[in-house]
C-alpha cells in the first residue's frame, strides 16, 4: 500500500557547538518517502540518526535545509506538521505511576480531541493492537513489550501519516521484539501509516523496511531497499558437492563467469569435490552453473547455498559489526 510523498527531506545539516568545538551531526540528508512505506534509518551510536527525528518531529532546527511532511514545511507549518505526525522516543512516554487510559486521554486532549473522542479512539486502538485488556492498567504493572505497544498506541492518538520511532524494540527479549515487527507490519498494512525506524537491530530493518538509509558520521552513505543493498554489499556463498573428472578445468570455468567473485574446490574423503563460490546472484546463477557442469559431464549431488544478508552488507558499507 504505497501512494503520494509524505515526507521529503532536502540537504538537512546540523552542527553542535561545545567549549569552541564543533561536531557535524548532519551534513546534507536526503530521503524521501511515500504513503505506506517504512523506511529503516541504520548507522553506529553517534551516526546523527537521533538528530534526523528530532529535526523531522520539530524538535529541533537544522542549519541548513528542510523538510516536508504531508504536504507542510517543518520550520515553517510546525503546528500543521504536529498534527501529521506520531513520535514514540526510545526512552518512552510513560510513568509507572501513570494509568494507560489516563495517559492516553491527556495525548488525546493535546491533540484537540475532546475527553469522549479521547477515550474513544484509546479503546479502538488498543483494541486494534491487541491489548484492550491494558486500559486501565498502571504502566508500572506493564511488560516491556506491552509498554512499547502502548508507546506506539499513544503515538497514534492522532492518526498520523508517519510515525517516528526511536529504537522501539531496544531492551526487549526475542519473542517480544518479533510480536513488535509485526504489530508495526500491521499498523502499515490496515492504516496505511508510514514509519521511520531507527534501530540497533539489523534484522529488525531487514524484516520491517521497504528502504534503508544508513548514515555515519552524519552523512548517508548509502540507501536502497534490504535486498538490494544485500545483493550489492553480501555476497552470498554457492557450494557444489560433485565427482567426475575434470574438475580443475571446469572450476577454471566458472571462475570466468561475469557473476563469480571468487571460487575454490576442494577434494574431498568420500571422493567427492567442493566446489564453492561467491557472488551477488546467486539464484540467477546456480542453474547456470548446474548446466555447465553437466555439460562437462560432472554428476551434481547437492546444491547448498548460505545467503548473504543485511547485516553482511552494514559490515561491508560502515566497516561496523552492528548498528550499536
Known amino acids: 500500500m504505497t501512494g503520494e510523498l509524505v515526507v521529503e527531506v532536502d540537504n538537512i545539516s546540523k552542527r553542535y557547538r561545545y567549549r569552541g568545538s564543533e561536531k557535524i551531526a548532519l551534513s546534507n540528508l536526503s530521503f524521501s518517502l511515500s504513503q505506506g512505506q517504512i523506511l529503516g534509518l541504520l548507522g553506529p551510536n553517534g551516526a546523527g540518526k ?3 527525528l528530532r529535526i523531522l518531529t520539530t524538535l529541533l532546527k537544522p ?4 523538510a516536508v511532511i504531508g504536504g507542510y514545511d517543518v520550520l515553517k507549518q510546525v503546528r500543521q506538521v504536529r498534527q501529521k505526525i506520531g513520535y514514540v522516543p526510545q ?17 488525546g486532549r493535546c491533540f484537540g480531541l475532546d475527553k469522549t473522542q479521547s477515550w474513544s479512539r ?8 491487541g491489548i484492550p485488556d491494558l486500559f486501565n492498567k498502571k504502566a508500572g504493572d506493564l511488560s516491556g513489550g506491552q509498554r512499547r505497544r502502548v508507546d506506539i498506541a499513544m503515538g497514534l492518538m492522532n492518526e498520523p501519516i508517519i510515525a517516528f520511532l526511536d ?28 514509519f521511520v525506524v531507527t534501530t540497533h ?12 538509509t544508513i548514515i555515519d558520521g552524519g552523512i548517508k552513505i548509502e540507501e536502497g531497499t534490504p535486498h538490494e543493498l544485500s545483493r550489492k554489499y553480501a555476497l552470498s556463498t554457492v557450494t557444489f558437492t560433485v565427482f567426475g573428472m575434470g574438475i580443475e578445468k571446469a572450476v577454471a570455468g566458472i571462475a570466468t563467469f561475469p557473476d563469480v567473485a571468487s571460487i575454490t574446490w576442494e577434494h574431498t574423503e568420500n571422493r567427492r569435490y567442493l566446489i564453492r563460490y561467491r557472488t551477488n546472484a546467486a539464484a540467477e546463477l546456480i ?4 548446466s555447465f557442469l553437466e555439460s562437462r559431464k560432472i554428476n551434481i549431488e547437492s546444491v547448498d547455498m548460505e545467503k548473504g544478508s543485511l547485516n553482511k552488507a552494514f559490515l561491508t558499507i560502515t566497516g561496523k559489526e552492528t548498528a550499536v
Do not use: F, H, K
Not at 542549519?63 to 528542510?66: I, L, T, V
Not at 526512552?91 to 495525548?107: F, K, N, P, R
Not at 542453474?287 to 548446474?290: D, E, R
Open 50 to 52: 537521533s538528530t534526523a
Open 63 to 66: 542549519d541548513q535545509g528542510n
Open 91 to 107: 526512552a518512552g512516554t510513560l510513568m509507572d505511576e501513570s494509568v494507560v487510559a489516563d495517559e492516553m486521554i491527556l495525548q
Open 122 to 129: 484509546a479503546c479502538a486502538l488498543l483494541d486494534q493492537l
Open 167 to 194: 529504537e522501539p524494540s531496544v531492551g526487549l527479549d526475542p519473542d517480544a521484539r518479533q510480536e513488535l515487527i509485526d504489530l508495526i507490519l500491521r499498523i502499515r498494512d490496515t492504516r496505511g501509516t508510514s
Open 201 to 212: 537491530y539489523i534484522e529488525e530493518a531487514e524484516q520491517l523496511a521497504d528502504q534503508i
Open 287 to 290: 542453474p547456470v552453473v548446474a
